[in-house]
């Protein structure tokens, strides 16, 4: 018995030492896995979260950035509907075959049901920070195209945040910032953002007064914003220098900007006359408002040199003889232009454009001369191209050109027609582009020709009158004691100088800019420039019997593009043709 009592022992207390070895391996297991889970979590704490791709829906995107920025779900700006004032609804059809039924009286003791035309809000809503946006559809967030934000300050976190969300947003076309607290620093980073937007073009950030000015950053070469406004952000003369650099200089040019509104501001004459000077070499801009400011007759008779004609500058002399010699150094050995210092002569210098009819008449001796040298070239090239089934043509006529386009010419010959539909093209586009206007010569549309050393003709110089587009410097010059003078702008078609300090002076600058355009049109008409449409100037300090404004404004009215000319009646009495 004693040796079975002792077997018991020993393989109970192995047994127990077995069950100890188990807990512990356990415990040791379960220490472990603790450890290493606390470890995994201090390591995910440490480490940075993966930034954010925004998928276009200005909703989803713009909360999980704010969350993401360390905003509190309570302070995070709400994305809403655009309020919309309901449409007048329809008048009843009277040929109706179910008209309603007249509406029972309703009894005054009962409760008037609410109206419809409002929606009540919280107390406060209103003045709690939102983001107001219109979509195409309303069921599709990704369908976001106007932007307002009103009456809350956008700080530089808030501008991270539209960095990065703004220019996924496909259709969005329209941003509205007013009185959101910009500084000069805010405003330059959503100035680099918005050319990141593919269809971004109205812009308007009003209220937001800013010390340094730097209004001119929206305004940039590779801005695409097409309709600009900057009302109430008291710009000063300071800031209206920048904003009349940014428009054009010599050498640049803004080709998108088509509407600018300045109005409300506070710059004086200084401020206009920098307007003025960027809008001299400015064939884009075809809507200006400079209302509610200072300006005087000294501005507005600057605005008149700008419409009417001006003289060039000595840079921009410069900058046109530049343009000049680059135009005709492809040609040089060609003989298909002159070279360009003979081109600078008779178009630059003043002394020598009285000596334009000598060389239209030395034209015309060259034409006669050579009329007989190129007919019998021409009619050789013909024998010895008509076993190949294929005609040179030699004279780069403008009639002939048309007719036998289609049939072939030389390599030379297409490159120019090439070059001539080409600029045909610009040419249509100028009415939003920098360049316009045609060249036009004196007397005649004849072309010369000369020979070539392997005996062949070739075209001396190119169509005088073909139509190009090109830069305003090129334009057409008339030399008056000793100054080179170009037409004035006439893109502009609305011009709103209303509520300023112009008087008769300035009045009559402004009246005869429009019948110069006037005059200008009837004898060179454009079919992209047709002049100033529509000036404003109430509210200024003008009497209304003044026989300049009564002027003014009949020709204002043969201008409007919707004005329709009275007619008589076949009783001879006058009818109004207006519907």
């Given amino acids: 018995m004693s040796e079975a009592g002792d077997a018991k022992g020993v393989f109970a207390s192995a047994a127990k030492k077995v069950k100890m070895g188990k807990r512990v391996e356990k415990a040791l297991k379960e220490k472990a896995a603790a450890s290493s889970s606390q470890e995994a979590t201090e390591e995910d704490a440490n480490k940075a979260p993966e ?75 209103y003045f709690k920070p939102n983001i107001q946006v219109e979509m195409e ?11 307002y934000i009103r009456g809350w300050k956008i700080d530089d976190m808030m501008v991270d945040i539209f960095r990065n969300c703004f220019p996924t947003i496909e259709k969005l076309n329209t941003i509205n910032l007013w009185n959101v607290g910009l500084t000069d620093k805010t405003l330059r980073d959503l100035a680099a953002i918005f050319p990141q937007c593919p269809n971004l073009k109205n812009v308007s950030i009003e209220g937001n007064p800013i010390a340094e000015e730097p209004w001119a950053c929206l305004i940039g070469d590779d801005s695409l914003i097409v309709n600009l406004s900057l009302r109430h952000n008291e710009i000063t003369d300071r800031g209206a220098s920048g904003i009349g650099a940014a428009l054009s200089t010599v050498t640049t040019c803004n080709k998108n900007l088509i509407s600018l509104n300045l109005s409300h501001n506070k710059f004086s004459d200084v401020g206009a006359e920098a307007v003025v000077k960027g ?96 007919n019998k070239h021409e009619k050789k090239n013909e024998k010895e191209d008509a076993g190949k089934g294929n005609k040179t043509v030699v004279m780069m006529d403008s009639k002939k050109d048309k007719d036998e386009g289609a049939k072939g010419g030389t390599k030379k010959d297409d490159k120019w027609k090439k070059g001539s539909h080409s600029m045909g093209a610009k040419a249509v586009m100028a009415a939003s582009l920098v360049a316009e206007t045609v060249n036009k010569t004196t007397k005649g549309k004849k072309t010369t020709s000369s020979k070539d050393k392997k005996g062949g003709a070739a075209p001396e110089s190119e169509s005088p009158d073909m139509v190009e587009a090109i830069n305003p410097l090129l334009d057409s010059v008339e030399s008056i004691d000793g100054q080179l003078w170009i037409p004035g702008n006439r893109s502009i078609i609305n011009l709103n100088l209303s509520r300023n300090e112009i008087g008769e002076a300035g009045l009559k600058s402004l009246l005869l800019a429009l019948q110069y355009q006037i005059t200008l049109a009837n004898l060179a008409p454009h079919p992209a420039l047709k002049g100033l449409m529509r000036l404003s100037l109430g509210r200024n300090p003008i009497r209304a019997d003044s026989e300049a404004y009564q002027k003014l404004q009949d020709l204002l009215l043969t201008r409007d593009p919707f004005y329709k000319p009275q007619a008589k009646s076949p009783d001879g009495e006058v009818q109004s043709l207006v519907g």
């Fill in 279 to 374: 809008l001299r070499m400015n064939r884009v801009l075809l809507c200006l408002s400079l209302a509610s400011n200072k300006i005087t007759d000294k501005g507005a008779v600057k605005f008149g040199e700008l419409l009417s004609r001006f003289p060039l500058t000595h840079e921009e002399v410069v900058e046109r003889r530049k343009l000049l010699s680059d135009k005709g150094s492809p040609d040089r050995g060609t003989g298909k232009s002159p070279p360009p210092s003979r081109r600078a002569e008779s178009k630059d210098r003043p002394g020598s454009v009285r000596s334009g009819s000598h060389l239209d008449k030395g034209d015309k001796k060259r034409d006669k001369s050579s009329k007989k040298k190129d």
């Fill in 51 to 125: 930034p954010y791709t925004c998928i276009g829906h200005f909703d989803a995107d713009f909360t999980e950035l704010c969350r993401r920025a360390g905003l509190p779900p309570t302070e995070i700006p709400p994305v809403v509907l655009r309020a919309k004032r309901p449409g007048t609804p329809p008048p009843p059809d009277p040929k109706a075959k179910d008209p309603t039924p007249p509406e029972e009286p309703v009894d005054v003791a009962e409760e008037e049901p609410k109206p419809k035309t409002y929606v009540t809000k919280e107390k406060y809503s």
């Fill in 137 to 147: 559809h309303e069921e599709k967030p990704a369908t976001v195209t106007e932007i």
